[in-house]
């Protein structure tokens, strides 16, 4: 992983290059159509699609033009550079978080690694299309709850990546016996996790409700690790998501992890007790 101090894109700045990248393709250009359409040098163009260099405004807006970016498309792009240098980011929204946000589905494609610990429900990615509308029907509007089981199910192609990121997931026992819809959906569910629990890059961990309070007792959250970046520490709640990208925060969020990875059921103790819930609503 890159250590050089200060030469590492932030959250902002990733979602910068990505949107930027994104622009470029819609509009049927690769890096050197578009160097030659701006009489640039290519190379200077690639580190601006980036998003992680210096560079003016006049260049952005000019590369924003060139690709015919659209006004509400182009103002958000021009607000991340204006922030691009700043770690962590609050993301606010008018109603419910989206499903998901394009900032955590962005670098979810590109972590090597997703931990993740999880009290109420279970990990997006890992619910079946009758779980996912279940706990959809308590919070989003009705318009919205199908497209949104179908974005959801959309995360599940994570797992088809070759190679697949490293994922590890804690989950409360509370999760398993949580009543989501009818019987026959956490019936359902649960084997899936069951089937899903025998890959190779994904690891289930129970934490037993006997253990207590525990060291995941604040709240859900996710952890991704990459290639070339830094971590990111993604927190969400019905309005908003957080960012977290600091050294210090990452830190305790290990830590956490950590001890959860102490505490918790081994990987087969943790299939044996989902078998168990399983046969119990069977």
Same mark, same amino acid.
């Given at each position: 992983?890159?250590?050089?101090?200060?030469?590492?894109?932030?959250?902002?700045? $990733?979602? @910068?290059?990505?949107?930027?990248?994104? *622009?470029?393709? *819609?509009?049927?250009?690769?890096? #050197?159509?578009?160097?030659?359409?701006?009489?640039?040098?290519?190379?200077?163009?690639?580190?601006?699609?980036?998003?992680?260099?210096?560079?003016?405004?006049?260049?952005?807006?000019?590369?924003?033009? *060139?690709?015919?970016?659209?006004?509400?498309?182009?103002?958000?792009?021009?607000?991340?550079?204006?922030?691009?240098?700043? &770690?962590?980011?609050?993301? &606010?929204?008018?109603? /419910?978080?989206?499903?998901?946000?394009?900032?955590?589905?962005?670098?979810? $494609?590109?972590?090597?690694?997703?931990?993740?610990?999880?009290?109420?429900? @279970?990990?997006?990615?890992?619910?079946?299309?009758?779980?996912?509308? =279940?706990?959809?029907?308590?919070?989003?509007?009705?318009?919205?709850?199908?497209?949104? /089981? #179908?974005?959801?199910?959309? #995360? &599940?192609?994570?797992?088809?990546?070759?190679?697949?990121?490293?994922?590890?997931?804690?989950?409360?026992?509370?999760?398993?016996?949580?009543?989501?819809?009818?019987?026959?959906?956490?019936?359902?569910?649960?084997?899936?996790? @069951?089937?899903?629990?025998?890959?190779?890059?994904?690891?289930?961990?129970?934490?037993?409700?006997?253990?207590?309070?525990? *060291?995941?007792?604040?709240?859900?959250?996710?952890?991704? +690790?990459?290639?070339?970046? +830094?971590?990111?520490?993604?927190?969400?709640?019905?309005?908003?998501?957080?960012?977290? +990208?600091?050294?210090?925060?990452? =830190?305790?969020?290990?830590?956490?992890?950590?001890? @959860?990875?102490?505490?918790?059921?081994?990987?087969?103790?943790? &299939?044996?007790?989902?078998?168990?819930?399983?046969? +119990?609503?069977?």
């Amino acid at each position: 992983m890159v250590k050089e101090k200060g030469t590492l894109p932030t959250v902002r700045s $990733r979602e @910068l290059g990505n949107g930027l990248r994104a *622009a470029m393709r *819609a509009s049927g250009m690769g890096v #050197r159509d578009l160097a030659r359409r701006l009489g640039w040098a290519h190379p200077y163009v690639s580190h601006l699609l980036s998003g992680n260099r210096s560079y003016s405004e006049v260049d952005l807006l000019s590369v924003l033009f *060139a690709c015919d970016v659209k006004q509400d498309e182009r103002q958000r792009l021009l607000h991340l550079a204006g922030e691009s240098k700043t &770690q962590g980011w609050l993301q &606010q929204y008018d109603s /419910v978080v989206p499903e998901q946000p394009r900032t955590f589905l962005d670098h979810e $494609r590109e972590a090597v690694s997703v931990s993740g610990m999880h009290l109420v429900v @279970l990990p997006k990615s890992l619910q079946t299309e009758e779980y996912a509308r =279940a706990t959809l029907a308590h919070g989003a509007k009705a318009k919205d709850t199908e497209a949104r /089981v #179908r974005a959801r199910l959309a #995360r &599940q192609d994570v797992f088809t990546r070759s190679p697949p990121p490293r994922m590890v997931y804690f989950l409360h026992e509370a999760v398993l016996r949580a009543t989501v819809g009818d019987r026959a959906t956490l019936s359902g569910q649960l084997h899936h996790l @069951l089937r899903m629990s025998v890959r190779p890059s994904l690891e289930l961990r129970v934490i037993p409700s006997a253990l207590g309070v525990h *060291a995941g007792h604040a709240g859900s959250f996710t952890l991704m +690790e990459f290639a070339k970046y +830094e971590p990111v520490v993604y927190l969400e709640s019905e309005v908003s998501a957080v960012f977290l +990208e600091k050294p210090h925060q990452i =830190a305790a969020y290990r830590r956490i992890l950590a001890a @959860l990875d102490s505490d918790a059921l081994d990987r087969k103790a943790s &299939q044996e007790l989902i078998t168990a819930v399983a046969i +119990e609503h069977s």
